[in-house]
T-cell receptor, first 113, second 113 residues
Framework: RKEVEQDPGPFNVPEGATVAFNCTYS??????FFWYRQDCRKEPKLLMS???SGNEDGRFTAQLNRASQYISLLIRDSKLSDSATYLC??????????????FGSGTRLLVRP | SQTIHQWPATLVQPVGSPLSLECTVE??????LYWYRQAAGRGLQLLFY??????ISSEVPQNLSASRPQDRQFILSSKKLLLSDSGFYLC????????????FGEGSRLTVL
């Protein structure tokens, strides 16, 4: 089983639509969770952290379900500029106290006019 | 403010040739440093990480090696490139205390012919 799994998509939605992505992780000891955004041929950039209580940033809402070990990202009122690949990222506690972030393979979103 | 520089941005190398990618971080001390690789249409794979000078951990067996000769310098190398080494290589850093955010360089796109 992969450490972090995502539906690769693509999700093809019209402008203004609401779209949700899910991600599952395998390490129950993971403590930090994030969504990153990656534009084509660019480096990933942090979109938002995911907190146990859930958090919202404008049109974006992230949720964490520790019992089921999944993370979700909801995008409301989709814009053309939201077209990108969304990467689910989970930390993997290391024996050497290192901090390693494991990336899912990403979910591609295409927002059409 | 902190910045990360990675070079070269693009390179085309023949099979069997050596490789050296360099990454430096400015504006911080004792960062955790990472090398990721992203094959075409795939997710990010963690290759190496380092929590200090001379301390390198390898995540997957492969044709590559990494070194950290200075606190803020991270080098990815190969003695003989394979076709399968083609990809988008990303250097990243986070604070020595473990995050939360991972900051990426702009990436090096390697094509092995």
């Amino acid at each position: 089983r992969k450490e972090v799994e995502q539906d690769p998509g693509p999700f093809n939605v019209p402008e203004g639509a609401t779209v949700a992505f899910n991600c599952t992780y395998s390490n129950s000891a993971s403590q930090s969770f994030f969504w990153y955004r990656q534009d084509c041929r660019k480096e990933p950039k942090l979109l938002m952290s995911v907190y146990s209580s859930g958090n919202e940033d404008g049109r974006f809402t992230a949720q964490l379900n520790r019992a089921s070990q999944y993370i979700s990202l909801l995008i409301r009122d989709s814009k053309l500029s939201d077209s990108a690949t969304y990467l689910c990222v989970v930390d993997t506690p290391g024996m050497d106290s290192s901090y390693k972030l494991i990336f899912g393979s990403g979910t591609r979103l295409l927002v059409r006019p | 403010s902190q910045t990360i520089h990675q070079w070269p941005a693009t390179l085309v190398q023949p099979v069997g040739s050596p490789l050296s990618l360099e990454c430096t971080v400015e504006g911080t001390s004792n960062p955790n440093l990472y090398w990721y690789r992203q094959a075409a249409g795939r997710g990010l794979q963690l290759l190496f990480y380092s929590v200090g000078i001379g301390q390198i951990s390898s995540e997957v067996p492969q044709n590559l090696s990494a070194s950290r000769p200075q606190d803020r310098q991270f080098i990815l190398s190969s003695k003989k490139l394979l076709l399968s080494d083609s990809g988008f290589y990303l250097c990243a850093w986070t604070t020595g205390t473990g995050g939360p955010e991972l900051f990426f360089g702009e990436g090096s796109r390697l094509t092995v012919l």
